[in-house]
């Protein structure tokens, strides 16, 4: 039975969230994949051109989102601008937001847990000594001002711990 289309398909990465009914749909999906290919790929070589290039803007998640999400599998999480010790890169890239663990930030295990919420993690172990990002995480703005930014999870991003 096919899935009903998100109200930002552009912004999904694999073909089985979205049925493809048009070749409009298959472009979209190739220049999000692609677009994602080439966050990665960025992320991983120089995280301090990255950071400058996608003009990223830390964020955590609320400690709301947090209370709320705590004893259940997280279905609402919320995430808003951090000034400077936020534990999350937020950028915009090809029509979506994204979101990215920021860089020299260890995951202990009590923030994996809030993380996984975020990301699927493989072979996490509180020793590990390096994250892999697969597939960022993808954000909805929920509201902007001047002061604040907060999105919510539309998507989650995949790690791989080592």
């Known amino acids: 039975m096919p899935q009903p289309q998100s109200a930002y398909p552009s912004c999904n990465s ?9 070749d ?22 120089n995280s301090t051109k990255f950071a400058t290039e996608y003009q990223i803007r830390m964020a955590s998640v609320t400690k709301d989102s947090i209370y709320s999400n705590w004893s259940i599998e997280a279905k609402n999480v919320i995430l ?21 663990p920021a860089k020299r930030r260890y995951i202990d295990s009590h923030a994996y847990t ?20 697969i597939r960022p995480a993808i954000l909805m703005p929920l ?18 711990f080592s």
């Not at 694999?14 to 048009?22: A, D, W």
């Open 80 to 100: 808003a601008q951090a000034n400077h010790r936020g534990n999350y890169w937020v950028f915009d890239a090809g029509h979506c937001t994204y979101l990215v």
């Open 24 to 45: 409009l749909i298959s472009l979209q999906m190739s220049r999000s994949t692609q677009t994602q290919q080439e966050i990665v790929a960025a992320y991983c070589q």
């Open 14 to 22: 694999s073909l089985e969230h979205v049925p493809i009914e048009s």
């Open 114 to 133: 809030i993380a996984s919420w975020i990301f699927r993690g493989h072979n996490y172990t509180p020793d590990y000594l390096n994250i892999e990002l």
């Open 143 to 160: 509201e902007s001002d001047s002061n604040l930014q907060i999105w919510q999870l539309h998507q989650q991003g995949e790690l791989i």
